[in-house]
Nanobody, 124 residues
Framework: QVHPVESGGGLVQAGGSLSLSCAAP????????VAWFRQAPGKEREFVSA???????YYADSVAGRFTTSRDHAKSTVYLQMNALKPEDTAVYYC??????????????????WGQGTQVTVSS
């Protein structure tokens, strides 16, 4: 089992940057598919980005070119660097992990382990 713990959310002005972390202390998070999802008030949870065990990364069209997912094996942590933030990026951001490698990475129902979420608010 892995218990992801997110951190790094906060309030930022439009155009600014934030970095989120997803830590799994004591676990080899590199052996999991790890994804970021977000959920805005009144909306469904949506895919943001994912990183496979191979290191391959995937992004939603809405964040491609602005967000970057990376991984630090030694710290068993996955990061989400968010640049050029927009008010529409405001949401609770969740880290999700699953030991599988062959499922569709953007499918919210495929992930077994979830963090508690961290709030990101972008002001205009």
């Amino acid at each position: 089992q892995v218990h992801p713990v997110e951190s790094g959310g906060g309030l930022v002005q439009a155009g600014g940057s934030l970095s989120l972390s997803c830590a799994a202390p004591g676990r080899t998070i590199g052996s999991y598919t790890v994804a970021w999802f977000r959920q805005a008030p009144g909306k469904e949870r949506e895919f943001v980005s994912a990183i496979r065990m191979t290191g391959n990364t995937y992004y939603a069209d809405s964040v491609a070119g602005r967000f970057t997912t990376s991984r630090d094996h030694a710290k068993s942590t996955v990061y989400l660097q968010m640049n050029a933030l927009k008010p529409e990026d405001t949401a609770v951001y969740y880290c999700a992990a699953d030991p599988g490698q062959n499922f569709y990475y953007a499918d919210v129902d495929k992930y077994l382990y979830w963090g508690q979420g961290t709030q990101v608010t972008v002001s205009s």
